[in-house]
């Protein structure tokens, strides 16, 4: 099996961790909705300053700061599953499904608290 070196999630430009995280158009505009639904609104950066930013806003017990790492974490798990489901199982990207299964595994992360499942909930879809 021969496997391209360009990205199969955007089809633009070779696949590396700088260009996936957050290069890579379709991979930014999940990272992009994923922080809206949680009520951050930002420009998305390079991956060093998205990790720098997260761990910083992460800290405090408030509810929009704890799902920052749980969200982070949800971003990169998901977008590495689908592009080698598109590799692997020849499966087309798609995003919409994609942003619900995260918002759906960050809801199922937090669930043990109260504070956080309460805020999850008032975020809509
Ligand atoms: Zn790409």
Redesign the pocket.
């Known amino acids: 099996m021969t496997v391209s070196a360009d990205?199969v999630?955007?089809n633009?430009?070779a696949?590396m961790r700088e260009?996936?995280f957050f290069e890579?158009?379709?991979?930014r505009d999940l990272w992009h909705r994923l922080l809206k639904w949680l009520k951050w609104d930002r420009q998305i950066q390079s991956w060093d300053l998205e990790w720098q930013w997260v761990k910083k806003m992460s800290r405090g017990k408030h509810p929009k700061r704890a799902l920052l790492k749980a969200s982070l974490a949800t971003v990169v798990y998901g977008t590495w599953v689908e592009r080698n489901n598109m590799i692997f199982k020849q499966k087309a990207a798609q995003g919409d499904h994609l942003l619900r299964q995260m918002k759906l595994h960050i809801c199922t992360r937090v669930r043990y608290s109260q504070a956080i499942f309460s805020y999850i909930c008032s975020l809509g879809n």
């Open positions: 990205c999630l955007c633009s430009m696949e260009h996936l890579c158009t379709f991979v």
